[in-house]
């Protein structure tokens, strides 16, 4: 089974940076063909894809954090990261990562939480 194990939230001022890491084991990168992506949930909110990235380098952003975040990989360390600068209010979520769409292997993570607070 693969497993998911988010890390690097925390609280943090607005305006503030973090970096979240998702590790990946029981699947390899280099050798598979899918999207990998962030997706965040707020309290009483669904859960929505922030940002993915494709095995071919491809970055797709939403809206709401485009300019702001940055996702990357690194395929020999099987690790997901999601750059977070500028962060605001609004981010303030639960971080996941799993495929996009979601579900199609990994199972969901306990997630990491991302406080943004004056």
């Known amino acids: 089974q693969v497993h998911v194990v988010e890390s690097g939230g925390g609280l943090v001022q607005p305006g503030g940076s973090l970096r979240l890491s998702c590790a990946v084991s029981?699947?390899?990168?280099?050798?598979?063909?899918?999207?990998m992506g962030w997706y965040r949930q707020a309290p009483g909110k669904q859960r929505e894809l922030v940002a993915s990235i494709g095995s071919d380098g491809v970055v797709r952003y939403d809206g709401s954090v485009q300019g702001r975040f940055t996702v990357y990989k690194d395929d020999a360390e099987n690790t997901l990261f999601l750059q977070m600068d500028n962060l605001q209010l609004e981010d303030t979520a639960v971080y996941y990562c799993?495929?996009?769409?979601?579900?199609?292997?990994?199972?969901w993570g306990q997630g990491t939480q991302v406080t943004v607070s004056s």
């Open positions: 029981g699947m390899s990168f280099s050798s598979s063909l899918f999207v």
């Open positions: 799993n495929t996009d769409p979601a579900s199609k292997f990994i199972r």
